[in-house]
């Protein structure tokens, strides 16, 4: 069981280009969300998907896309890259259950420079 | 605006002592309040919850209180460990229909052996 993968650990993107965060969960949450976290900050949610075909934008999902064709990955795409996509990028996977705390298990971190 | 506020950056203690950080809220429909803790290149991970319906909730070393009037909580570590050193956020969550999460900006725990 390895939970929330994360892929690539690190990045550095060139202005412009695009890129894609992979994320797979291996608990068969239905639930699935992407963060990022600036420095000193912190956690501000981009996208999260209740369900395999249904998403829905988050605080900051400006200069994002996400898709969630199965209920294992969750990627997340960034089409034209900007210095302020600078950031820290965590996925993270949850199961509702009537009346639970919501508790979210979290990757590791994708850390992504832009310049 | 900041529904989540840890107003604290950093807090050093001795070990063997308490540990408290604190957490404001301003969205009186959440319900319920969690912690997470974060080591340094790793993804936070839960650590204690509270519902909006209870004032306590311990769980070993840990114990969050929250005062609902004050839309305050915090979180006791008792006693303080060296391992307990990395950064705790406070969260907040309410169902939506989705539902979603609220982070605060974290707070710094230094345990000094």
């Known amino acids: 069981n390895a939970g929330v993968t994360q892929t690539p650990k690190f990045r550095i993107l060139k202005i412009g280009q695009s890129m894609t965060l992979q994320c797979t969960q291996d608990?068969?949450?239905?639930?699935m969300y992407w963060y990022r976290q600036d420095p000193g900050m912190g956690l501000k949610l981009i996208y999260y998907?209740?369900?395999?075909?249904?998403?829905d934008k988050g605080e900051v999902p400006n200069g994002y896309n996400v898709s969630r064709s199965t209920t294992e990955d969750f990627p997340l795409r960034l089409e034209l890259a900007a210095p302020s996509q600078t950031s820290v990028y965590f996925c993270?996977?949850?199961?509702?259950?009537?009346?639970?705390?919501?508790?979210?298990?979290f990757g590791p971190g994708t850390r992504l420079t832009v310049t | 605006d900041q529904q989540v506020k840890q107003n604290s950056p950093s807090l050093s203690v001795q070990e063997g002592r308490i540990s408290i950080l604190n957490c404001d809220y301003t969205?009186?429909?959440?319900?319920?309040f969690l912690w997470y803790k974060k080591y340094p290149a790793e993804g936070p991970t839960f650590l204690i919850s509270?519902?909006?319906?209870?004032d306590k909730n311990e769980d070993g070393r840990f114990t969050v209180f929250l005062n609902k009037s004050a839309k305050h909580l915090s979180l006791h570590i008792v006693p303080s460990q060296p391992g307990d050193s990395a950064v705790y956020f406070c969260?907040?969550?309410?169902?939506?229909?989705?539902?979603?999460?609220?982070f605060g900006a974290g707070t710094r725990l230094f345990v000094k052996a």
């Open positions: 998907s209740v369900g395999a075909g249904i998403t």
């Open positions: 608990m068969n949450h239905n639930y």
């Open positions: 993270a996977s949850s199961y509702l259950v009537l009346r639970s705390s919501y508790e979210q298990y």
């Open positions: 509270i519902s909006s319906i209870k």
């Open positions: 969260a907040a969550s309410v169902n939506t229909g989705g539902f979603k999460t609220i």
């Open positions: 969205n009186s429909m959440f319900d319920y």
